[in-house]
């Protein structure tokens, strides 16, 4: 019923999922497929938009399970809900259960991201075990797409008079790779697919005045891709660090040009976290470690931080790139008291739940680094090199829970009195010289 909370659920275990739908047939049917999965816990039902909101807001689950279509409007108030959901608690994940294999309900939902957010067509829901599947992926940040939604947004315009050519031409259109890369594809000129291009639009354009079904609505769905995909647009903002894709289209980058910055690199890292994964279950410890990262991003992101990547239970963020700014010293330290500070509420709330908590160690280094887009036009990957990244990763080993590291120009570039312990010079992997640092000791 609405509004059900963690001690009605009746299947304990690890994934906790919130489930809603207008239909009590539909939603009991679902309850009764997730019942079967010892590590789901169903935390609660909702009937319309409200419901969901209000209650999924007070059992915090880790996975919204949601029909597309409620009241009040009947419109796609799952896809709304579960976007303002996702804006408060930004590590919940979701899946979308529909009748309809409109591919405009799947671009809706995943155009700002795809990370933990499934997509799945009724029909397919009682088929083996493709709702579990989703499930676990979405807890986890990943993504699952119904098969038929993946072949249809891939495939959005088809009609019978298109060659096969113009078909693939039009797919990769539709997919967003650039003028450059299609015609490296098909061994020709940016200029010469541009032309096939326009040709094609007009072609189906003709189609949608002679009344041609689907044409128009095809024509929309394409403008919609272009306009939401320019030039490298989407493929660059879903593989790259936040801003970057917008600043190598200003500024026109090329693949592998490099650029020095001053920066400072901060690098956190799990105390004991191969202890904790030993005994702990892995469905909690997937949700944990969701939670401990949707936490991370935002303190770094808060200090105008760029998260590069997640790699396990180490998190490693720039600050002063890609854009250059002179207070990234500041920023970097204050993002590395907000990591410790938010994990510290986490913590809290895992103790009440019985789960074990996260210590984290941080280490910060400044200095220069070479910043490059590697990779081709298919995988790109913006890395920095040099000896500060390397040196923020060694500090970091240095920190024990709830403790932050600084390197000698870290500390000298703060220019403020700090409560810290000089450590005693040491060496380090890769370094002659003893290595000397700073200690900003737990609470």
Not at 331 to 343: F, K, T, V, W, Y
Request: charged share 25%; hydrophobic share 40%.
């Amino acid at each position: 019923m609405p509004g059900e909370s963690h001690a009605d659920a009746t299947n304990g275990g690890g994934i906790t999922v919130f489930l809603a739908d207008d239909n009590v047939f539909v939603r009991e049917g679902v309850k009764a497929i997730l019942a079967r999965e010892p590590d789901f816990a169903v935390v609660g039902v909702a009937g319309d938009y409200d419901e969901l909101l209000r209650g999924a807001e007070a059992a915090a689950p880790q996975v919204l399970v949601t029909d597309i279509r409620m009241p009040p409007s009947f419109q796609q108030e799952g896809i709304d809900a579960a976007k303002e959901l996702r804006k408060r608690h930004p590590g919940t994940g979701v899946v979308i259960l529909s009748q309809y294999d409109d591919p405009e309900y799947a671009i809706s939902l995943l155009q700002d991201g795809a990370a933990g957010y499934g997509y799945l067509l009724k029909d397919r829901v009682a088929e083996g075990d493709e709702l579990a599947r989703a499930i676990r992926a979405v807890a986890t940040g990943g993504t699952a797409l119904d098969p038929g939604i993946v072949d249809t947004v891939m495939r959005p315009v088809r009609s019978s008079d298109l060659s096969s050519s113009e078909e693939d031409l039009l797919r990769q259109v539709a997919e967003g790779r650039p003028m450059k890369a299609i015609a490296v594809s098909r061994k020709t000129t940016a200029a010469a697919i541009a032309t096939e291009v326009e040709n094609l639009f007009l072609k189906l354009a003709q189609d949608a005045t002679a009344g041609v079904s689907g044409s128009l609505k095809r024509l929309r769905m394409l403008h919609q891709a272009i306009v939401e995909r320019e030039e490298q647009g989407e493929s660059l903002s879903r593989l790259l660090p936040g801003g970057l894709a917008e600043k190598l289209r200003q500024e026109g980058r090329r693949i592998g040009e490099t650029e020095r910055l001053v920066v400072t690199v901060l690098m956190s890292d799990i105390r004991g976290y191969s202890g904790i994964a030993e005994t702990a279950d892995p469905s909690e410890l997937a949700g944990q470690l969701n939670t401990h990262r949707a936490e991370m991003n935002h303190a770094i992101l808060d200090e105008g931080g760029t998260v590069m990547q997640f790699v396990g239970d180490a998190v490693m963020a720039v600050f002063g790139a890609p854009f250059p700014r002179q207070d990234h010293v500041e920023r970097a330290l204050a993002a590395a008291r907000s990591m410790h500070r938010r994990q510290d509420e986490v913590n809290q709330r895992w103790a009440e739940e019985g789960l074990p908590a996260f210590g984290l160690g941080i280490g910060l280094s400044t200095g220069e680094t070479a910043a490059a887009l590697l990779g081709s036009e298919e995988r790109l990957e913006y890395t920095l090199v040099g000896d500060t990244v390397n040196m923020a990763a060694r500090l970091q080993q240095w920190a024990a829970a709830g403790e932050i590291v600084l390197s000698q120009q870290t500390h000298a570039a703060l220019g403020e009195e700090l409560a810290c312990q000089r450590l005693e010079p040491a060496q380090v992997k890769g370094r002659q010289a003893p290595v000397h640092a700073y200690k900003i000791p737990a609470g």
